[in-house]
């Protein structure tokens, strides 16, 4: 699920659900180009999150910081 919210009248955020649940981080031993710190092993996210979809910009963060200077 992906939901968009408005931060101001030109700039809008793009989030993707993640639900909570378990899952494999990191790599198999045999993977070409694997670094020591990267081993498999199993993540338990213990709640459901919302994450952007796309890097913020520069006008994105500007809006926050605006709206939350405005709330002060």
């Not at 338990?44 to 994450?51: G, H, K, P, T």
Request: proline share 3%.
């Amino acid at each position: 699920m992906i939901l968009s919210v408005k931060l101001d009248g030109t700039n809008e955020l793009e989030l993707i659900h993640v639900s909570s649940g378990t899952f494999e981080q990191g790599s198999p031993e045999t993977e070409r180009g694997r670094k020591a710190d990267e081993s498999l092993h199993s993540v338990q996210l213990s709640s459901d999150f919302l994450i952007g979809k796309y890097p913020v910009t520069v006008g994105q963060f500007k809006s926050f910081v605006t709206a939350i200077l405005s709330v002060s």
